[in-house]
Structures are given as C-alpha cells and as structure tokens.
Antibody
Framework: EVQLVETGGGLVQPGRSLKLSCVASGFTFNNYWMSWTRQAPGKGLEWVAS????????YYPDSVKGRFTISRDNAQNTLYLQMNSLRSEDTATYYC???????????WGQGVMVTVSS | DIQMTQSPASLSASLGETISIECLASEGISSYLAWYQQKPGKSPQLLIYGANSLQAGVPSRFSGSGSGTQYSLKISSMQPEDEGDYFC?????????FGAGTKLELK
C-alpha cells in the first residue's frame, strides 16, 4: 500500500524558516517524480514544487522560487521542502504528492498545516 | 502560465442525475489534464488522468473527455458520496496549474 506521511508543520513567524519531510512507503521511491502541493484555508490547490526521480532537476512557481527548495533522499525514501523567508500567504496545508507518469498526482499524503503568523 | 478556467463554480444535482464540469485551458495542453475529488477535511483523490483515463478504484460512473484546450468531467449518475469539491489540473507545462474548483452538492 502506497503511503506518504508528512511531518514538520507548525506555527512560524514571518521571515523564519521551516522544513517539511515526507516519508514514502509501498512503492519504489526512486522511480517517481515527487511534488509538493498546498491549499490555503478554504481555498483551491496550488502546486509548489516538483523534483525528478534522481533529484537532478527541480521546478517551482514564481510564488516560491528562490525561497523554497525541494529535495529528496532516495536511500531514506524521504522528500523534503525547505521553506525560507516565510510569508503570511504561505499559510496552508502542504501535501506531499507522487506524480503519475501520464500526468496528475496519483497519491497524496494526509497533509501538514503550516501557519505563518506573528 | 497556463490558466485553467473551471465551470461552474457550484452545482446542485439530484440523485441519479448526470452532471458535467468543464475546464478550459488558456492554451493547448495535449490532454495532460487530471481531475480530482476532495471531500471536507480530506486530501484530494485522483479521478482521471491523461484527460480520459480512469484511475484505478474510481467508479465507472466518472469519465473524462476533451482535447486541445477544452476538457470535461462527467458523472453519469449522481450518488450521495459524490458530494465534494472537484478540481482540474494541467501538467503539460510548468508551472502546473489548477482550476478554481467546483463544489458539487446533492439536491
């Protein structure tokens, strides 16, 4: 059974940093691109970052480029999201997602809440 | 960025009714279109990928169609468990983008 379990969320002040982790199980982790997607309270979905299966390439939207870094440890089946210079608009539930080869995110974690507030 | 215009924003359907949700991309996305269902307090679930491929375990009353810039999700017979929010998403080009969502309720 595929499982994605996120940890690391919490309350953080604007301008500070936070690192999210996602432990994957039930599939061959290093065969898949992985991503982070977020959802602000009561709002829609926003893609945040993607990383290739080897970790050699990463992709971000302009809203987080230069502040967020996605990375992975294939030996530990773990995906990370380092978030720096956090802003109030980064407040959201962050989901770890597996990318389906033909497009779309076929598995989602349970989500972890990040609240940026003073 | 590719804009995904999803309609309608909300929809109320009777039991057994057939409904459709539309997604219009601002440019061609070559069927790199996925549909998700999200229930309150839960993570989204993939329903359709590649515009018309049914994800494993998803009931056959769900179907997707479309090409180019126009795509749709059809539920052929509304069931109580189909209530929730629905989102489309393009993965043709970075940044991946989602539609704003459709709230589906049982009448």
């Amino acid at each position: 059974e595929v499982q994605l379990v996120e940890t690391g969320g919490g309350l953080v002040q604007p301008g500070r940093s936070l690192k999210l982790s996602c432990v994957a199980s039930g599939f061959t982790f290093n065969n898949y691109w992985m991503s982070w997607t977020r959802q602000a309270p009561g709002k829609g979905l926003e893609w945040v970052a993607s990383i290739t299966n080897s970790g050699g390439s990463t992709y971000y939207p302009d809203s987080v480029k230069g502040r967020f870094t996605i990375s992975r440890d294939n030996a530990q089946n773990t995906l990370y999201l380092q978030m720096n210079s956090l802003r109030s608009e980064d407040t959201a539930t962050y989901y770890c997602t597996r990318e389906e080869v033909a497009g779309g995110f076929d598995y989602w974690g349970q989500g972890v809440m990040v609240t940026v507030s003073s | 960025d590719i804009q995904m215009t999803q309609s309608p924003a909300s929809l109320s359907a009777s039991l057994g009714e057939t409904i459709s949700i539309e997604c219009l991309a601002s440019e061609g996305i070559s069927s790199y279109l996925a549909w998700y269902q999200q229930k309150p307090g839960k993570s989204p679930q993939l329903l359709i990928y590649g515009a018309n491929s049914l994800q494993a375990g998803v009931p056959s009353r769900f179907s997707g169609s479309g090409s180019g810039t126009q795509y749709s999700l059809k539920i052929s017979s509304m069931q109580p468990e189909d209530e929730g929010d629905y989102f489309c998403q393009q993965s043709y080009k970075f940044p991946y983008t989602f539609g704003a969502g459709t709230k589906l309720e049982l009448k």
